[in-house]
């Protein structure tokens, strides 16, 4: 007999589980909402062509491809005999979406009649990735994304950072540091180096400093053959650290004589400047070694961390002016930012911050005490058609187990019944968090429930 098992980098979720996820969603959908962002949905599966290509060498490695099937699978293969090397292309047209962005993109162009622009979208829906599953990095995951289509306006940046302010502070993750740069800074610095035609590989390599830190990363950007001045500016970029005006000054120093760092200081400054009138700017912090490794970002890039925590980022994002025009639409620009809701979980978990509440779906227990089914069958109703989540213990298990039940599924009132209760008179309830005992009507028990 096979034992049984689940893909790596997968997971399986108990009921709490989930009614803590519902509750990070929760949580994050009703910013969202607040913000006038609305909802939408896209495919699991997309085509290979819509994807491909959008988020750099290594994003094309890690997408889970769909197998043809049928006719379209026996001709792969009979097309295999005839060629000299094998291209997977040959077998597959579809793939599991890598994030939410670049379908959104597609989703974009095909609707862009029916659409109101801006049009401000949230999206929450899990996303597939054949990465190496360790600590907080899962094979299938899901992204929590809102975007704003159809402006460059630095005003909507702003907006996405009073989002992740919010969410954050109303989880109690006060630790954390919202870390902005600029794409176009990074294109100043490489293109001042003389290393223009490698920004790619460089931002890659940049992107791995937390990962590796700053000695491996200068080596590789030394192995990989980038100029030595390209490697001195970095390597002075990693020894500074400073406060955010001084490295807008550095940046002004060293990018004054280009033209695509002068309009990465300019957007930099007018977003801090927004955020000090919101008295937002205490928690964020300009990164110049931010890079986030997908290729469609040109603006502003956001990453959020918790300082004290080792789960890696848990919100990202950035503008994105191209992405649309390669699907055909050009000259709408994008911005917007992902909450990582599975890390958010984990050290919600780590650092025992659901509230209590959150650790069940069902309010209340009715505990059958003999034949009492019928009575309880029609309390049941009652509390269920005032939206109180009810669940009834069949009568002749004994009292204990019930209680036992009651415990294990985290249900936080009980009450108890008998074939001789009566359902208009007082009934005992019992608070499983405080262990106190009460007889009240069932008017009274609802108003108790529900307060």
């Known amino acids: 007999m096979t034992k049984p098992s689940i893909s790596k980098g997968t997971r399986d979720f108990l009921p709490e589980d989930v009614a803590k996820r519902e ?4 949580t994050i959908k009703n ?6 962002f609305q909802p939408i949905e896209t495919p699991s599966i997309e085509k290979l062509s819509t994807l491909t290509g ?6 094309d490695q890690l997408m889970f491809k769909v197998l043809s099937r049928g006719e379209k699978f026996k001709k792969a293969v009979n097309e295999i005999k005839s060629v000299d090397s094998i291209s997977e292309s040959l077998f597959s047209e579809e793939a599991l979406r890598y994030d939410l962005t670049v379908p959104f993109a597609r989703y974009i162009v095909q609707h862009q009649n029916e659409l109101t622009f801006p049009f401000k979208r949230f999206q929450i829906q899990p996303v597939w990735r054949a990465d190496r599953p360790q600590k907080g990095r899962y094979r299938e995951f899901f992204q929590c994304d809102a975007d704003v289509v159809g402006s460059n306006s630095l005003l909507f940046e702003v907006e996405l950072i009073q989002i992740i ?11 954390f540091v919202i870390q902005i740069n600029n794409r176009k800074i990074l294109a100043a610095i490489v293109q001042i180096s003389g290393e223009e035609k490698n920004f790619t590989l460089i931002t890659t390599i940049i992107d791995k400093l937390d990962k590796i830190g700053p000695e491996k990363v200068i080596a590789e950007l030394q192995n990989s053959q980038i100029g030595y001045k ?3 500016l970095f390597n002075e970029i990693f020894d500074l650290s400073a406060s955010n005006s001084s490295l807008i000054d550095w940046l002004e120093l060293n990018l004054k004589d280009s ?3 002068q309009n990465g200081i300019k957007e930099v400054k007018s977003i801090f400047n927004y955020l000090k009138h919101l008295n937002l700017s205490s928690n964020c912090k300009l990164n110049l070694t931010l890079a986030r490794g997908l290729n469609y970002y040109t ?4 990453e959020v961390k918790l300082k004290d925590s080792n789960i890696g980022s848990i919100v ?5 002016d191209e992405l649309t025009s390669i699907f055909g639409l050009k000259d709408v620009s994008g911005v917007g930012i992902s909450f990582g809701a599975d890390r958010i979980c984990d050290v919600l978990n780590e650092r025992n911050l659901f509230p209590a509440s959150v650790s069940s779906n069902v309010d209340l227990l009715l505990v059958t005490l003999d034949d009492a089914d019928v009575n309880a069958l029609k309390l049941a109703s009652y509390f269920r058609e005032n939206n109180v989540s009810t669940t009834v213990y069949p009568s002749g298990a004994k009292l204990k187990k019930q209680i036992k039940y009651a415990n294990l599924n985290n249900i936080p009132y009980v009450v108890f019944l008998s074939k001789e209760s009566s359902m208009e008179g007082d009934l005992e309830l019992k608070n499983m968090h405080t262990g106190e005992q009460t007889f009240m009507n069932k008017k009274e028990i609802l108003k108790k429930i529900q307060n």
Do not use: H, M, P, Q
């Not at 910013?31 to 006038?36: G, P, R, T």
């Not at 603006?299 to 956001?302: D, E, L, Q």
């Open 230 to 232: 390209c490697v001195k």
């Open 259 to 261: 033209e695509i760092g």
């Open 54 to 59: 959008k988020y750099g060498d290594e994003g």
């Open 316 to 320: 990202g994002g950035g503008r994105y």
């Open 165 to 175: 302010s919010e969410v954050l502070n109303e989880l109690k993750l006060d630790d």
């Open 299 to 302: 603006g502003s890039i956001i």
């Open 31 to 36: 910013v969202f909402k607040k913000y006038a």
């Open 23 to 26: 509750y990070v969603f929760g």
